[in-house]
């Protein structure tokens, strides 16, 4: 598309600032906006997959971002009696492949830091609903913004925008388990390229991902993370942490020593996850990406790299089209079946991992380890992983 466009993108997470990064170098006229004054990263630590590296590489930001995360080789979780539930190797996939764990921080700054017009940022404008002319954008305090060609919504799992299109909702709901989470320094941590999980039943999971550098660059990190109902999520106080530190002595002893730095419920931040569906992300002038087209559970760990994927898909649809509606046409074909896959799976190992349904942890440790080493299904474990862009069953 020769045609220079004017682009509005709500939101400046990744999949805002991973658009504005390409829209920009198709030189196209953006305006950006944000609801926080001072934005910076929401958000646990999280491992990069294949895919979302490749993206970055798209960006020019591939070195970058590999000084400052950490190389991730092996996932490996287990059961409370010590019996592997889950031991997948990225080299079993493909030589060479690997994850890479990293702080949303870092991944926000570089990615601030590599668009020119950053200081152009719009901040502290929340954005209420879309004009009845699918052109403009009204904040919170009736301000009108636009017209704009095409309006980008990027504004997160709990999008106020996508009740502007409330028909092309197909489903969203909260999920009833959520996460305690915080970055701990990794110290003397022995497993620094592996992923590690514990499992109490189905109720109870705690993970320890290392994440490289924060964007301060001070030390090596962990990301720690607590799964819980979401009622005790959203009620965590000193007895919960007390609690915490109880059934982390029970499940996983020996990483106990890093929570000696947790002394306060404050230090520790909560996560709540929605399950959003669209029918199409693509509504008149509007397009819906990362989150806010397709929240999901955390499971699958791919929502920073699905939101790299739909920002690359919307350059490129914009790039090969001849205008702008054909190449609205076409992104939501760009995405469809890779988005498919994941939210079905997601919403299907999701009661496996957090659930009250104690029947499906003692199935899920039955077999996910024998079925891990079979090649076909192994094979097929790792393609999901990975974020295969083809489709997972070939």
Known sequence: MERRLDIAIVGYGAAGQAAS??????????????????????????????????????????????????RIERLYGCNANGHGVMDMRYSDHSPGCFGLGLTRGSLFKLMRDAWPDAAQLRTGIRMDRIDADGKHLIDSVGERYGPFDLIVIADGANSRLRDSAPKIVRRQALYPWGAMWCLLPAESWPHPDTLHQ???????????????????????????????????????????????????????????PLLDHIREPA???????????????????????????HAMSPQLGQGVNMALL??????????????????????????????????????????????????????RDACFGPLGRFPLACGQMLKILTGTKQAWWR
């Open 21 to 70: 990064l390409f829209l920009s170098k198709q030189e196209h006229a953006l305006s950006v906006f944000e609801q926080a004054d001072s934005p910076g990263p929401v958000g646990a630590g999280f491992l990069l997959q294949p895919t979302g590296l490749g993206v970055l590489a798209r960006l020019g930001l591939a070195e970058q971002v590999m000084a400052q995360g950490q």
């Open 198 to 256: 514990r499992y109490g039943g189905s109720r109870e999971m705690i993970g320890l991902l290392p994440v490289g550098q924060r964007a301060d660059g001070d030390g090596r990190w962990l990301t720690f993370f607590f799964s819980l109902p979401g009622g005790q999520v959203d009620g965590f106080d000193g007895d919960s942490l007390v609690h915490m530190r109880d059934r982390t002595r029970m499940l996983w002893p020996q990483a106990l």
């Open 267 to 293: 230090q520790l931040n909560r996560a709540r996850y929605r399950d959003v569906v669209l029918r199409a992300p693509v509504n008149g002038r509007l397009v819906f990406i990362g989150d806010a087209a």
């Open 310 to 363: 739909d920002a690359e898909a919307l350059s490129d649809a914009l790039a090969d089209a001849s205008d702008i509606d054909d190449a609205l046409r076409a992104y939501p074909r760009l995405r469809r079946q890779h988005l498919a896959v994941y939210q079905q799976l997601s919403r299907w190992l999701t009661p496996l991992f957090q659930s009250d349904r104690a029947g499906l942890a003692r199935v």
